[in-house]
């Protein structure tokens, strides 16, 4: 008996560790579908974060040309301002 008893004994065991084994294997690859998951976020929130710097980048650029438009409008706006009052004060 003590045989038998033994035996079932050593495959109850062994049953806890393959179980145990199983529950190991499944959270691992748990854990290696969210790491993916996470690298792929990561790789889209980079992908994005480099199409937000050209926007920027291309925006900045325009703003500075329509300053410069501004300032050559406000430039020969007062030329014309001041050729309307040398006629006038003729």
Do not use: C, F, H, P
């Amino acid at each position: 008996m003590t045989g038998e008893a033994t035996l079932k004994e050593v495959i109850g065991r062994l049953g806890k560790a393959i179980e145990a084994l199983e529950n190991a294997v499944t959270a691992r690859l748990e854990q290696d579908q969210d790491y993916s998951e996470a690298e792929a976020e990561v790789q889209r929130m980079n992908a994005d974060r480099a199409r937000l710097a050209q926007e920027l980048d291309n925006s900045e650029a325009r703003a500075e040309r329509l300053e410069e438009a501004n300032k050559e409008v406000s430039r020969r706006l007062v030329t014309a301002m001041e050729t309307i009052r040398a006629v006038l004060d003729r």
